[in-house]
């Protein structure tokens, strides 16, 4: 049986709205240290701008 996908904190989906970046985050968030929680920061930063005029999506 496979394990359950990871899921999205509602927070971070209301800003990352398209599928190949939820899955960026998904993967940069499961990694450790300081380096990697500044590139998932900075991540965060561009990809909201980016999708920010976006439609919500589920």
């Known amino acids: 049986m496979n394990p359950p996908a990871p ?3 509602t927070k971070i989906a209301r800003w ?3 599928d ?3 899955s960026q985050y998904l993967e ?3 990694r ?3 380096l990697a929680r500044l590139r998932l920061a ?3 930063l561009i990809a909201g701008l980016r999708d920010w005029r976006l ?3 589920p």
Do not use: H
């Open 16 to 18: 990352i709205k398209t």
């Open 32 to 34: 450790q240290g300081p």
């Open 7 to 9: 899921t999205l904190p």
């Open 28 to 30: 940069l968030a499961s």
């Open 20 to 22: 190949c970046g939820r």
């Open 55 to 57: 439609v919500d999506r």
């Open 42 to 44: 900075w991540f965060v």
